[in-house]
């Protein structure tokens, strides 16, 4: 079993910074991809960055430039830096481990994050 716990949410000003930190418990060495999804107010989970396990970044449009994800796999850890924040980046923010590249590879979530930005 694996279990995600995110952390690092809040309140932050418009243009302010914030970072997540996402801990994996169980046998994290199954987690090849990790990421962080998001939830804008009445819309669907959406990709925010994903990272596998070697380093291989992948970015939303909408973040690029602003946010940074890195993943610290000897403590099972995932990252989200975020910069530049704007008010349309408020979201509960979930973290995301999945055991292959493929789509149809199992994945696990957090319980979620709010990250509220204030104009």
């Known amino acids: 079993q694996v279990q995600l716990v995110e952390s690092g949410g809040g309140l932050v000003q418009a243009g302010g910074s914030l970072i997540l930190s996402c801990s994996a418990s169980?046998?994290?060495?199954?987690?090849?991809?990790m990421g962080w999804y998001r939830e804008l107010p009445g819309r669907e989970r959406e990709l925010v960055a994903t990272?596998?396990?070697?380093?291989?970044?992948n970015y939303a449009d909408s973040v690029k430039g602003r946010f940074t994800i890195s993943r610290d796999n000897a403590n099972g850890m995932v990252y989200l830096q975020m910069s530049s924040l704007k008010p349309e980046d408020t979201a509960v923010y979930f973290c995301n481990a999945q055991e292959g590249v493929a789509v149809e590879s199992y994945q696990y979530w957090g319980q979620g994050t709010q990250v509220t930005v204030s104009s």
């Open positions: 169980g046998d994290t060495s199954r987690l090849i991809v």
């Open positions: 990272a596998t396990i070697h380093g291989t970044t």
